[in-house]
């Protein structure tokens, strides 16, 4: 099956810094890739729809400005958090959707977990 | 609203126990996908259904879908310990972007 990483896989700052995320389909070329974000013992919360080439389209209440999105190419979406804080402390997970003959399935990457001191 | 409804949210089963984790939605689909997950871990895609009675088998799972009743159905066949995670179902309700809407998880805890 279709091979999506994340990294980093786990990774710790400091209030105030920013911190990137990348997600890469690896065996697949992917022109949507979608982000999430998952709390403890919760369901996944769609974040942005990222498509190559363009700008990210985000969900009602989830700032651009501070979740940057960038998916230059059909094979990479990136994730910016932006002057982070505790509160953006959370599991993200990156997908990337496969094409019609996969009946649009999304293949997930492994997650990356962030803390923020 | 786009609403994905699963139950039971928890469930404990002895091994070698059957039993059924359900998915409603609230408006026309006719792809859903189920997923697992372990502590700490993404994703594993389980099963894509797309169309009306949609029926797939995986060893001790099996999926089903009913478009109509906008109904899936997660059957567990003679529990064992390593079916133990939480699942989730998850609806297409979008159009070209294909956005899933993701249910609430049902976290599985087989007992011996």
């Known amino acids: 099956g279709a091979v999506v990483s994340q990294h980093p896989s786990r990774v710790i700052c400091k209030s105030g810094t920013s911190v990137k995320i990348e997600c890469r389909s690896l065996?697949?070329?992917?022109?949507?890739m979608f982000w999430y974000r998952q709390f403890p013992k919760k369901s996944l919360m769609l974040m942005a729809t990222?498509?190559?080439?363009?700008?990210?389209?985000?969900e009602q209440g989830v700032e651009k400005d501070k979740f940057l999105i960038n998916h230059a190419s059909l094979t990479l979406s990136t994730l910016t958090v932006t002057s982070a804080h505790p509160e953006d402390s959370s599991f993200y997970i990156c997908?990337?959707?496969?094409?019609?003959?996969?009946?649009?399935?999304?293949?997930f990457g492994p997650g990356t977990r962030l803390t923020v001191t | 609203e786009l609403k994905v409804e699963q139950n039971p949210l928890f469930l404990s089963m002895q091994e070698g126990k059957n039993y059924t984790i359900y998915c409603n939605y609230s408006?026309?689909?006719?792809?859903l996908y189920w997923y697992r997950q372990d502590p700490g871990k993404s994703l594993e895609s389980l099963f894509v259904?797309?169309?009306?009675?949609a029926v797939k088998q995986e060893g001790r799972l099996m999926a089903s879908l009913d478009t109509k009743a906008r109904l899936s159905t997660l059957h567990i066949t003679a529990a064992v310990h390593d079916l133990s995670a939480t699942y989730f179902c998850?609806?297409?309700?979008?159009?070209?972007?294909?956005?899933?809407?993701f249910g609430s998880g049902t976290q599985l805890t087989v007992l011996p």
């Open positions: 990222s498509n190559e080439g363009s700008k990210a389209t985000y």
């Open positions: 259904l797309l169309s009306n009675g």
């Open positions: 408006t026309t689909s006719d792809r």
């Open positions: 998850a609806v297409d309700f979008s159009g070209s972007a294909r956005q899933l809407t």
């Open positions: 997908s990337a959707r496969g094409d019609r003959g996969s009946g649009y399935e999304q293949y």
């Open positions: 065996d697949f070329q992917a022109t949507t």
